[in-house]
């Protein structure tokens, strides 16, 4: 790692002046009327993801959350929406309303829902002024998928992993009791500035030396000096704020949850019980501060590949000597996004994993995670092994050893199709950014030659530090799969050298 610490960013916006804007103006508790009809009973249209008088079928037109700053390049200090303020422990989560029509009382538990009915006239009521125990947030995200669409999705996911899927799970796969689910998330605003200072290369030449299986490729490429200076404005980079959901542990797959970012959390909606009715939601639990370290590590990453879509001439990658982001101005909101969510959980011994598969509510993008028969699996990937090692013998080509490690692959790209446990957002390319007053120094320093590696040594533009799985960036078992097929049907020698051994197997069967 090198040294791109020298401001702490983190100190930077701790000890910001910060505002608090007030999201929930005007929000009315109790019970919520339509204008036309008076009935309480609105709920969400998930074809347009207005609320609906479900008694008159008046729509409302949704409203936005006001006096958050619009225009991120004009950040500065620290903002913050009233429901993304921190949680105070002893919130009485419990809160009791009069019934306006009946005046009954009735008692709602605000951690486990924000609506209820009156049990004597049927009214509902609802809390849409926040409270600081993190189940109101500043906006939500309406559903815009329904139900019967998402089991379409969740299916067609499951019914392509069906062969090495656990004989139980099969038995018992159903789509019948999935669940709406509105995550806790905290939209971040970044206003930076960035310096980058280093050195890049760009390949000038590519030749190779030597006969027949000697033979190496050589490289000649261009040393220059590179800087980048520019500002950006880093539009709403989500992440989730509750601490299940952060939590990275072998027993749930919640990386599926992640990997259906990003949302189109420019459509978030300023808050209203009603939009949560037949669905579910998690509180927040976690609070900015907690969130500060994890969100300026993602804007650091989202900076570097901004500055690399100004880099495209070093093709052979760029080494970064001091990358400085100072963050200017800062805007945090709280947010309800909308999952469709399947869960299993598959009881292995002492062990219990609890497998989802996700559906993005609003793009339907899915991703998930369906349980091995391990068995099977193993057994497969033997007789893969077996065959491989017998291709060894009767293929006669250098590196035929390579035959030793079919079984293994088969194996891996088989657990990655169907655990997916690398799958995550990429949040470093997805999140919406731009940038200004774009400053670039290249200075050319020398021609290089006769360079055996096809890429810069040191390069680190490329570099992401703000997940966990940064290892196997995002290598999920579709990737995988794919780059075994772009083996398979381009022309380079391993693509001649698989195709050969397809090609011979098929012969060995005649
Ligand atoms: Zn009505
Ligand atoms: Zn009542």
Known sequence: MQQDLQTNPNQQMENATTTIVQTDVGAKDGQNKCPKCGATDISLNTSNGKLRCNFCR???????????????????????????????????????????SC??????????????????????????????????????????????EAKKQIEA??????????????????????????????????NAHAFFCGEGEHQTAKYFRGNGEQQRAYYDADLYHVEREFDIAI??????????????????????????????????????????????????????????????????????????????QYDRGVAWSNEQVDMKGQQWQAAYLPVWLYSYQQVKGEHKILHYVAVNARTKETMGSVPLHMPKLLGISCLVEILG?????????????????VGFLYFFIMFMKYRNAN??????????????????????????TG???????????????????????????????NFVVDAVTNTSPLASFVKENIENKGDNKQ
């Not at 809390?127 to 559903?143: R, T």
């Not at 669905?279 to 590590?297: A, F, G, I, M, P």
């Not at 950014?433 to 020398?446: C, H, P, R």
């Open 58 to 100: 008046h729509e409302f037109e949704p409203e936005k959350v006001e006096g958050l700053e619009t225009d991120i390049s004009k950040l500065q200090g620290q903002i913050i929406g009233s429901g993304a303020t921190n949680i105070v422990a002893d919130t009485n989560d419990v809160i009791t309303f009069k019934c306006s």
């Open 103 to 148: 005046g009954a009382e009735v008692v709602m538990d605000t951690s486990e829902t924000t609506t209820a009915r009156c049990h004597w006239c049927r009214s509902v009521l609802s809390v849409n002024q926040q409270i600081p125990n993190g189940s109101i947030p500043d906006v939500v995200l309406p559903f815009g998928i329904p139900k019967e």
């Open 157 to 190: 996911f499951v019914s392509k992993r069906k062969f090495f899927a656990h004989p139980k799970f099969k038995e018992e796969f159903t789509t019948e009791n999935i669940m709406g689910v509105y995550f806790p998330y905290m939209l971040v605003d970044i």
């Open 235 to 312: 539009q709403g980079l989500s992440v989730e704020s509750n601490l299940d959901k952060l939590n990275n542990s072998q027993e749930k797959t919640n990386n599926v949850i992640n990997a259906i970012m990003p949302f189109d959390v420019e459509n978030c909606v300023k808050y209203n019980a009603n939009y949560l009715k037949g669905y579910t939601s998690e509180k927040r639990d976690v609070n900015v501060d907690q969130l500060r370290t994890l969100v300026d590590t993602q804007a650091k990453d989202i900076v570097r590949f901004a500055a690399n879509e100004t880099l495209t």
């Open 389 to 405: 090692i017998i291709a060894m013998f009767f293929i006669n080509f250098d590196s035929n050893w390579l035959f030793l490690l």
């Open 423 to 448: 799958a995550r957002h990429t949040y470093e390319l997805e999140t919406k950014k731009n940038i200004g007053n774009l400053k670039e120094v290249d200075q050319l320093i020398q021609s290089k």
């Open 451 to 481: 360079l055996t590696s096809s890429k810069m040594e040191g390069a680190n533009n490329e570099r992401v530090n703000g997940t966990k799985g940064n290892l196997l960036n995002a290598l999920t078992g579709e990737q995988v799969g």
